[in-house]
């Protein structure tokens, strides 16, 4: 997966980064309960952004103590269980698992292996969650085959393979009343960013490779740096727009946070080219 979407956690006030690792172990553990063990090694800030998302406004932050799935003699702060972390852990599951299927598809049988097995392991997971949210399975699909088309003929417009990844992310919003519109766009504009961001880390890798680059193949091999923070941070400000028309509770510091420092800070390393270093980086309480 991605791991773009985190805090920025110096800036995180001490009960906020309470809250957003307590959200990251419950839906560790989420996916536990719901998918076995080789789930959680598909957790990542991605999702737990959507759990925060999904969350609904009026629920407070009341955590309990569960065992940590990297460490079983250990009890940490989390989460209980709750429909944002179900919702968050079958999308992630779904999106890991089409993931998966199309890294085979792309890397060729010897490098495709680690992929094929991993898939394998996964298959019934998927097909559980699948049956869960069979909207969001049939949209992943539809979107990661439209995307491969798109790649495998070399398409020059950034915005035609963009809006492809940013309609799949859509998909993971309620699609129904205020607050499923309002989610619909923030996710939308988020996927777009994702995949903009995404493809830049990976131009230099992709030139090297011979393998197709949406940047490269609308700028040319050594990108245009300018013209795509311009519209990545379009497509930020339209984020933060469709933030605050909604409704999050105690949750909104947190979002806050990810959105107008995360991202930005994220971006940035992309451009200058530390993020490799920084997204081994984890994100933990002051107290560990």
């Not at 990542?44 to 003699?73: I, K, M, Q």
């Not at 792309?106 to 094929?116: K, S, T, V």
């Not at 949750?251 to 992309?270: D, F, K, M, S, T």
Request: aromatic fraction near 10%; charge should be positive.
């Amino acid at each position: 997966m991605f791991g773009y979407v985190r805090p920025f956690q110096p800036e995180l006030k001490c009960k906020d980064l309470s809250l957003y690792q307590a959200t990251y172990c419950g839906l560790c553990r989420c996916l536990r309960r719901r998918y076995g063990l080789i789930a959680p090694l598909f957790l990542n800030y991605d999702f737990t952004f959507l759990a925060l998302l999904l969350w609904e406004p009026e629920a407070s932050f009341v955590p309990c103590r569960g065992r940590c799935h990297a460490g079983l003699l250990r009890k940490e702060p989390m989460c209980p269980d709750s429909p944002a972390l179900d919702q968050a852990a079958d999308q992630s599951v779904i999106l890991a698992w089409w993931k998966l299927r199309d890294s085979v598809r792309d890397e060729g049988f010897w490098r495709g292996i680690p992929a094929r097995i991993l898939s394998w392991l996964m298959g019934p997971a998927r097909r559980k969650a699948a049956r869960r949210r069979p909207a969001f399975d049939r949209t992943v699909q539809s979107c990661l085959e439209e995307l491969s088309a798109l790649e495998g003929e070399g398409c020059p417009s950034l915005d035609r393979t963009a809006d492809t990844f940013a309609r799949l992310l859509q998909s993971a919003a309620p699609q129904e009343g205020a607050r499923g519109r309002i989610l619909s766009q923030l996710l939308y504009h988020l996927g777009r960013w994702i995949y903009l961001a995404d493809a830049r880390d990976d131009l230099e890798e992709d030139r090297l490779a011979g393998r197709y680059n949406p940047v490269a193949a609308r700028y040319g091999p050594a990108g245009d740096d300018r013209a795509l923070r311009l519209t990545m941070d379009q497509s930020l400000e339209l984020i933060g727009a469709a933030l605050q028309l909604g409704d999050f509770g105690c949750r909104l510091p947190v979002l806050e946070n990810i959105i107008y420092l995360g991202l930005p800070r994220v971006e940035e390393a992309v451009f200058d080219g530390s993020w490799k270093e920084i997204k081994k980086q984890k994100i933990r309480r002051n107290d560990r």
